[in-house]
């Protein structure tokens, strides 16, 4: 059974409470104070409303051939039924999706799952990273993690070492998304991941090498009152480097925040204010398939750091309406320093044919 059609089963109980039953569900902000403690929070915080785990990368096999990936996990808590004893009350909601960008076919390789937690079905663990939905899952054992990904067009097979410290984001893993302190969301950064391990695209089954990035997140309330989407870059610098910058933007393309932290090579954080972020659109492309246009080339300024985003291909769009509700773009961009390539990671445009719902 795959994720479109589990995905409205397992929704059916929201249409049928409605908005009324959810707004009675009460979840905690969040706030200053509290310091991240590793690796307890890379585990799942049940009470809050959303949260995801997401890692991607660049991969190359030993004939050199080049392709980007991403896995992401979510788990939203949807507030209903919570005083129910039943193991069929879906307390827990788990989705995942995962995508290739194979420059040999020119598009995205998707497959998505979702499943309520618990009957072994799915489940997601506290105090470490544990997530699973049927025979998908992300691991973690210390500074390792593991991703097994058996899709209907591709399987990933991969292991992640952890060569360098927590990146925090924002004000000490507080990361304000709008003017609102509380529009905010946790969130720490594992960039520079090594990565080992196999791909598999048909019956091709193929070794592989790289470097990625995981992003853990958890909030309650993430776009701020007139947002519809954002633009988000997570680059590994071949120098060891690494930065994250996003802007979350308003329906006429203005931003209304941004952020960002950057890494040096000697390993000293710099965390951008909003005035630090800017990201100007060098080139678009648009979907034949759904007709969204998306800027897929960025000039990106971040503090001292200016960057040129170029995609591996333009068409990585990835229709995820059966699984998170949204169709957005989100593929492999190398980043280039006066016209030579300096580093490699990923773009994710949102809300660009509609805006992003949470």
């Known amino acids: ?21 959810r707004a009675e569900a009460r979840y905690p902000d969040v706030r200053k104070g509290a310091p991240l403690a590793f690796p307890a929070d890379e585990g799942a915080h049940p009470a809050f409303r959303t949260e995801w785990w997401y890692i991607t990368g660049w991969l190359r096999d030993t004939a050199g051939r080049e392709c980007g990936f991403q896995v992401t996990f979510f788990r939203n808590r949807p507030g209903i039924a919570e005083e129910s004893s039943s193991r069929f009350a879906p307390n827990q909601l788990l989705f995942a999706h995962a995508a290739v960008a194979d420059p040999e076919q020119q598009r995205l390789l998707v497959d998505q799952r979702a499943a309520r937690e618990g009957f072994d079905l799915a489940s997601v663990a506290q105090e470490r990273i544990g997530v699973h939905i049927g025979n998908w899952s992300l691991l973690q054992d210390g500074d390792r993690y593991a991703a097994r990904i058996h899709a209907r067009t591709f399987a990933l097979e991969l292991a992640f070492a952890a060569r360098m410290p927590v990146l925090l984001q924002g004000d000490d893993g507080v990361s304000r998304k709008g003017p609102d302190p509380l529009d905010a969301s946790f969130y720490y950064s594992r960039p520079q991941l090594v990565v080992t391990g196999s791909i598999a695209i048909g019956a091709a089954v193929r070794a592989v090498t790289g470097t990625a990035w995981l992003d853990h997140e958890w909030s309650s309330r993430y776009l701020t009152r007139g947002a519809v989407g954002w633009d988000w870059a997570g680059i590994n610098f071949d120098d060891g480097a690494a930065l994250m910058a996003f802007r979350i933007r308003d329906a006429q393309g203005g931003a209304v925040w941004a952020g960002g932290a950057y890494r040096d090579a000697r390993g000293v954080r710099h965390v951008m204010s909003p005035a630090d972020v800017e990201f100007v659109a060098e080139r678009h492309w648009r979907s034949p398939r759904t007709g969204v246009e998306y800027p897929v080339s960025f000039r990106l300024r971040a503090g001292a750091v200016e960057v040129t985003l170029e995609p591996l291909f333009a068409d990585q769009e990835l229709d995820a309406r059966a699984g998170v509700g949204a169709v957005y773009w989100e593929g492999a961009v190398r980043a280039l320093m006066g016209g030579r390539i300096t580093g490699r990671g990923y773009l994710e445009l949102t809300g660009y044919g509609e805006a992003l719902r949470i």
């Open 1 to 21: 059974m795959n994720g479109f059609p589990r995905r409205r089963f397992l929704l059916l109980p929201l249409a049928l409470i409605g908005a009324a039953a």
